[in-house]
């Protein structure tokens, strides 16, 4: 069975910067595409950024030319490196994985880390 562990979470300033990690364990790493979700207080699961399988990457408009996903097939890790955060942005932030091409629709995804707090002030 796949676990999934993000970290790198944490209070930081409005336009400042985080990188969140999620590491998977016990599955073939390089065969499933990656994304990260967050969600808010009394919101839904809402997409960050995908990326598949063959390292294509996709973001929701809202975190374009911020935010960007990466893999480390090697590592077994996928990243999200999140530029000028904005308060909006404050939400638990999720890692989860499928079978090859990202989606945005999170009900596609199979299995999901715990999340890990991002809060950005103002």
């Known amino acids: 069975q796949v676990q999934l562990a993000e970290s790198g979470g944490g209070l930081v300033q409005a336009g400042g910067s985080l990188r969140l990690s999620c590491v998977a364990s016990?599955?073939?790493?390089?065969?499933?595409?990656m994304g990260w979700f967050r969600q808010a207080p009394g919101l839904g699961r809402e997409f960050v950024a995908g990326i598949s399988s063959g390292g294509r990457p996709s973001y929701a408009d809202s975190v374009k030319g911020r935010f960007t996903i990466s893999r480390d097939n090697a590592k077994n890790t996928v990243y999200l490196q999140m530029n000028s955060l904005k308060p909006e942005n404050t939400a638990v932030y999720y890692c989860a994985l499928r079978l090859n091409a990202a989606a945005s629709d999170p009900s596609q995804y199979d299995i999901w880390g715990q999340g890990t707090q991002v809060t950005v002030s103002s």
């Open positions: 016990g599955g073939a790493f390089s065969y499933y595409a």
